[in-house]
């Protein structure tokens, strides 16, 4: 994964998502952050969250159950989280 700042992301998904409010993204991203930071897991298979799409589809889950794709490599993850 890439790693990005939640400012970062949170900018870009809002100027391509007009109807989402910063503030309120970055809220769900730092949440979701603190989750995956804690050991959260997906609630479908116990791997570790997908901080970004956890908080865009509001469940814990993997970047493959959110997405149904295996290859993560091109997507982002927050910086304070990717490890």
Known sequence: M???SINEFAKSYVKNNKSEDLQEIKK???SAAEN???G???ITCDSPIWAI???I???NGCFTCITGE???SEDYEIV???F
């Open 80 to 82: 304070e989280v990717n």
């Open 40 to 42: 959260a897991v997906c």
């Open 70 to 72: 295996s290859d993560s």
């Open 53 to 55: 799409g956890s908080a």
């Open 2 to 4: 890439i790693s990005i």
């Open 57 to 59: 589809v509001e469940w």
């Open 28 to 30: 769900k991203l730092k």
């Open 36 to 38: 995956k930071r804690a």
